[in-house]
């Protein structure tokens, strides 16, 4: 997934003024991703030319998309990555350690017993073992990424977020389901 | 405290030019129309004092159409020429109507959407709302006393990328100019985020006639941001309408009833549904056709009763709006009722139990939506100047693409902020292959047949090249309106084919221009005569904005040779405009517009780098 449209000459950390780091200030993005906004959205230019009209249009999406990535840890790691020129390989680098691999087994034979026990009080408690564990990974890519500058761990620890976030996406889709 | 420069995108118009525009709630049980006066949002009556227009529309023998309370009046009497709720079958095919043999029309099974045939031919659902926006736009300029600039129309906010289309088709077809399609929970957030200097998370619980929403908004210093939205978008008032009807016929062993015994008990059912609002119990009468005289007594727990699993279908989106908001019932700092169908007792108690605290209840639930889409209109039509004001929404559904084994693969996620837009790689399957089938999707699940088609095509001219070679690069953009464009383009080689689609329910403008025509009412109308009066307006809109940016900042932005191009398109455009063709003044503004597509750029860049560097320059000063 990466962006469309115009071409970047800044980067999304530079597009949002906040430093170049895995630890942000959320704050500040938030504000300043509501001074661009307040800028670029195409409710200032409803009543304008046409040309303006569709430039807006370009720069919003911009800001959305950039907002995004910056917002979300996983996406901003990712992104804080690539940077840096270091592709996660999420896709294609599977290569997990092996006790890493059998605790995913263990959460998702979890989860699908207590989907199939129907017990949506288990899988909130799933859910929030799930966020602790995300907590854990992100303090390591805050000091794999601004303090060690070690970008080949940080891409190991991104691909483990990304399993995790399947699982949690999984707990998702079991409580829709359970609500139906 | 961090000084912040925000500097004006766009000059606003001057105050002598205040430009009418209006905000339409095109509800299912009724519709409004409201507007900006003196800086008061207020529903424009009716010459007989009345704001809520019926959405009732009765199409007559001779051709002549009534809307409104003329038509509700009869409708028992001509049940199959009078629809109401109409917006049920915007942008639906038949097979998602539902319980079709239950009312009382004669539907017609057209490709994309399902028609009505009347006594005066057969209609499509478009051209129903389009009498009722008519009679709005009407209403709006007899009261404002003039030609309205544009309106901003509300939809719900899980209306999906057809229905949200056939909605601008109608508009389009009565002759307004959309300014914006707005979320109608979003309208009402604003009406009530202004009237009450709201601040924190607010959940608008909208249940309408034939409609539910959920939207989680963060409402913050002039900024609407939602968070989450959710719905079902063929639930509302209605079917508890029709529980009621369901519960008579089986109390009084009835069965297979014509059109006009349907159409009277239906009405019967709503008016005790009313009445059980504020009575504990409620005696419904009718005298059948056939003789059989209908007594029945309801109680308000009787309707508790039957309405009980209703109820409970809204609670799984507020459950699933909350989830992707990432917030539980506890963050909900007010709860804010919009709809008619919120003052049924049993929908509050059970608002009130799922966010433990008593729903906000003190803007009219029936107007809130047209109060706040007018303050909307406002600004677009630029009245009013907008900088202290953001309003942020997202778009509903998640929208895919069929991948193979029939199965989706999402591009754009649900809950996305608007304008959005994702690109995604694809490839060839077999060697050799030029052709590739593109097939847009709608929905949350898996299986490319439990969602909702929006578009097919086909993306040709693809090189030959070992399967898997191709790079095709499928772009999704949501626009503010959330509508959805999709393009298609073969990168590896260079080539390019591109490709934007319309959904396919959604009306070509030839289709419309047809439709203007097939009608009775515009068949007297000048068509030409109104399309020049409209690309004059927009022609006069385009120069004045041009200029304004030229007195702004022309000098320090552009060359010589740029401005001399651009002062060249305008007096091309303001020389073409003297004259009657609207075609050749489409084309002046069309090169007009070319003309100034960097200089556009530039202006924004300007005021991008202008407001992060109006930031550092203050923090400097801390």
């Not at chain 1, 307040?38 to 999406?61: G, I, N, Y």
């Not at chain 2, 550092?616 to 000063?621: A, F, G, T, V, Y």
Request: aromatic share 4%.
């Amino acid at each position: 997934m990466s962006a469309i449209g115009i071409d970047f000459q800044q980067n999304f950390f530079q597009l949002f003024n906040v430093p170049s780091r895995f630890q942000i200030d959320m704050v500040l993005l938030e504000q300043n991703y509501r001074v661009l906004q307040a800028q670029v959205h195409p409710d200032k230019f409803t009543h304008l030319s046409e040309s303006e009209r569709r430039v807006s249009m370009q720069w919003a999406t911009r800001v959305n998309e950039g907002y995004q990535i910056l917002r979300k840890p996983l996406d901003r790691a990712r992104y804080l990555l690539s940077l840096h020129g270091v592709e996660t390989q999420e896709e294609t680098n599977t290569a997990m350690p092996v006790d890493f691999l059998m605790q995913q087994m263990e959460w998702r034979e979890a989860i699908e017993d207590a989907q199939q026990a129907k017990d949506v009080a288990q899988l909130d408690v799933l859910l929030s073992k799930l966020r602790n564990d995300v907590k854990e990974l992100q303090k390591l890519l805050e000091l794999n990424i601004d303090i060690q500058q070690d970008f080949i761990a940080a891409a190991g620890v991104v691909r483990k977020l990304k399993f995790i976030e399947k699982l949690a996406e999984q707990i998702d889709s079991a409580l829709d389901e359970l609500d139906n | 405290m961090a000084l912040l420069q925000i500097s004006e995108p766009g000059l606003s118009a001057a105050p002598h030019q205040h430009r009418l525009a209006v905000g339409i709630d095109l509800g299912t049980t009724n519709s409004l129309v409201a507007t900006v006066r003196n800086s008061i949002s207020l529903v424009l009556n009716d010459q007989d004092g009345r704001a809520l227009l019926p959405s009732v529309v009765r199409y007559l023998p001779d051709g002549g159409v009534q809307v409104g309370d003329v038509a509700q009046a009869v409708q028992s009497e001509d049940p199959i020429n009078t629809i109401v709720s109409v917006k049920r079958f915007m942008g639906r095919g038949l097979a998602d109507v539902g319980d079709v043999a239950n009312m009382p029309y004669r539907f017609v099974d057209a490709p994309g959407m399902v028609q009505l045939r009347t006594v005066a031919g057969v209609k499509s659902p478009v051209e129903v709302s389009a009498e009722i926006l008519n009679v709005l736009r009407v209403r709006a300029e007899q009261s404002l006393g003039g030609e309205l600039v544009g309106a901003v129309i509300t939809v719900p906010a899980y209306f999906d990328d057809a229905q949200r289309q056939a909605t601008k088709d109608a508009a389009k077809l009565a002759g307004v100019n959309v300014l914006r399609l707005l979320n109608e929970p979003t309208a009402a957030a604003i009406a009530y985020g202004l009237d009450n200097a709201a601040e924190g998370i607010y959940a608008v619980y909208d249940l309408g006639g034939g409609t539910f929403d959920i939207s989680i908004l963060k409402l913050s210093k002039g900024v609407f941001e939602v968070l989450a939205t959710n719905g079902d978008s063929a639930l509302g008032g209605d079917d508890f309408d029709h529980r009621i009807y369901c519960g008579l016929l089986e109390k009084n062993k009835l069965s297979a009833l014509g059109a006009h015994d349907t159409r009277l008990l239906l009405t019967r059912a709503r008016a005790a549904k009313e009445e059980l609002t504020d009575h504990a119990e409620t005696r419904i009468t009718a005298m059948l056709s056939g003789g059989d005289l209908i007594d029945t007594l309801l109680t308000q727990k009787d309707f508790h009763d039957m309405t009980l699993n209703l109820v409970a279908r809204t609670m799984q989106p507020m459950r699933r709006a909350l989830r992707d908001a990432e917030l539980s019932a506890d963050d909900i700092k007010g709860v804010v009722m919009v709809g008619g169908s919120t003052r049924m007792p049993q929908v509050q108690r059970a608002v009130a139990e799922f966010f433990k605290q008593t729903p906000l209840t003190n803007l009219d639930p029936d107007k809130v939506v047209a109060l706040g889409a007018a303050i909307q209109a406002n600004v677009l039509a630029g009245n009013r100047n907008a900088d202290e004001w953001l309003l942020l929404d997202v778009s509903p559904l998640s929208l895919g693409i069929e991948t193979m084994g029939g199965l989706t693969e999402k591009i754009i996620p649900r809950n996305s902020t608007i304008p959005t837009a994702r690109a995604q790689e694809f490839t060839t399957f077999k060697d050799g292959q030029t052709a590739m089938s593109i097939h847009v999707v709608q929905g949350e699940r898996e299986l490319v047949s439990d969602c909702r088609s929006l578009a097919r095509f086909e993306l040709r001219g693809i090189p030959p090249m070992v399967a898997g070679s191709a790079r095709i690069r499928v772009t999704y953009q949501i626009d503010a309106d959330g509508l959805l464009s999709v393009s298609a383009r073969e990168q590896s080689s260079g080539v390019e084919s591109h490709i934007v689609v319309k959904p396919s329910y959604g009306l070509s403008d030839a289709e419309i221009a047809q439709m203007l025509q097939d009608s009775g009412r515009h068949a007297h109308d000048d068509m030409r005569a109104r399309a020049l009066r409209e690309q004059q307006v927009e022609a006069n809109q385009l120069l004045e904005a041009v200029s304004n940016a030229l007195d702004q900042d022309g000098n320090t932005l552009l060359n010589e040779e740029q401005k001399t191009r651009i002062l060249a398109a305008m007096g091309a455009l303001r020389n073409e405009l003297q004259g009657t063709d609207h075609l050749v003044i489409k084309r002046a503004a069309a090169q007009l517009n070319d003309a100034t597509v960097t200089y556009a750029q530039a202006r924004m860049d300007k005021s991008v780098s202008h407001a992060l560097t109006g930031q550092k320059i203050s923090e400097l000063d801390n």
